[in-house]
């Protein structure tokens, strides 16, 4: 993971977060957040931290880990995504038209006319 990638090549050339930030030209705290995981750099930030950690971006990413990963194991986290993502767009159309039929009913509720809608995805 990213985080702990930061982490291991900082400590590893005998840098503080202190240090590290001001090669890099942001706060300490902002280091310290990309090392606990809670925010990641931006693309500026990323080029400027591989280059002050001697690696490139892709490496500081995890590229290598990437090939490493055997093709069968590749195809089942990408399955995996596949579903998540289908998962949550059918969550965000049901939203939707949940969202759709509180505004008819709050549209006929106040007396206002209605008018059809379109439906999304349809």
């Given at each position: 993971m990213?985080?702990?990638?930061?982490k291991k090549l900082r400590t590893e050339q005998g840098l503080s977060q202190d240090e590290l930030a001001e090669r890099i030209h942001v706060v300490r705290q902002?280091?310290?957040k990309w090392e606990r995981g809670t925010s990641v750099p931006d693309a500026d930030s990323l080029v400027a931290l591989a280059r002050a950690l001697g690696v490139s971006a892709a490496e500081l990413l995890g590229e290598s880990a990437m090939a490493e990963?055997?093709?069968?194991?590749?195809?089942w986290e990408t399955s995996l995504l596949d579903?998540?993502?289908t998962s949550e767009s059918q969550r965000l159309?049901?939203?939707?038209r949940s969202l759709k039929w509180a505004l008819v009913g709050a549209a006929v509720m106040a007396g206002?006319?209605?008018?059809?809608?379109?439906?999304v995805g349809s």
């Open positions: 990213l985080k702990d990638t930061i902002t280091v310290s990963k055997e093709p069968n194991e590749l195809a579903e998540r993502i159309d049901r939203l939707v206002e006319p209605v008018q059809p809608m379109a439906v």
